[in-house]
């Protein structure tokens, strides 16, 4: 009776051990920061039908063990009837990246601590006035969702940002 009692408190402390060890071992913590978003930078074509914008948004992992980026895709936000009259293309990608044509987000291996720069693209093609979207929609919204894959599996997440249709000074 008593090796069976010293039996299960040993392997209870070896149980207990191990999971504090991988409680403590943690996971990626990737993390596209939205607001520290700088360098905006917004072009009207002379066409007055077009607008480029763009914006630099950090990437990185906080967290204890590496994961991976496997897919991003950006959408604008619906913001009423106008949206009849846009066409919105967006794409996010590495600034150490060449950009691709078809937008294609290549898979990413963060490393913990790991720190990218990403370029968040939108063009934004119109029927009405320039001048007149944006006294109607001064600002474009945007979702950005990205799938990252680590050791507790396949999560997405998404982040917002609000990109100004107003040309830069």
């Known amino acids: 009776m008593g090796f069976l009692v010293a039996f ?4 209870s402390t070896l149980s ?3 999971a504090a060890y991988y409680w403590r071992l943690g996971n990626h913590n990737i993390l596209l920061d ?7 930078i917004v072009q009207h074509h002379v066409s007055g039908s ?3 914008c763009s914006c630099l948004i950090p990437l990185s992992n906080k967290g204890e063990q590496q994961g991976m980026v496997n897919n991003v895709f ?30 294609y987000w290549e898979s990413l291996i963060l490393k913990k601590n790991d720190y990218f720069i990403t370029e968040l693209a939108v063009k934004i093609r119109s029927r009405i006035n320039i001048s007149s979207l944006i006294r109607e929609v001064p600002c474009m919204k945007m ?9 507790k599996g396949i999560q997405w997440r998404l982040a917002e940002i609000s990109i100004p249709l107003q040309k830069n000074s």
């Open 8 to 11: 299960i408190a040993c392997a």
């Open 16 to 18: 207990a051990a191990l």
């Open 34 to 40: 939205t607001a520290a978003a700088h360098e905006f």
């Open 50 to 52: 077009e607008i480029d």
């Open 74 to 103: 950006c959408q604008p936000v619906h913001c009423g009837k106008i949206m009849n009259d846009l066409e919105i293309s967006s794409h996010l990608r590495l600034v150490r990246d060449n950009m691709r044509k078809n937008g």
């Open 143 to 151: 979702i950005i969702y990205y799938q990252v894959i680590g050791r």
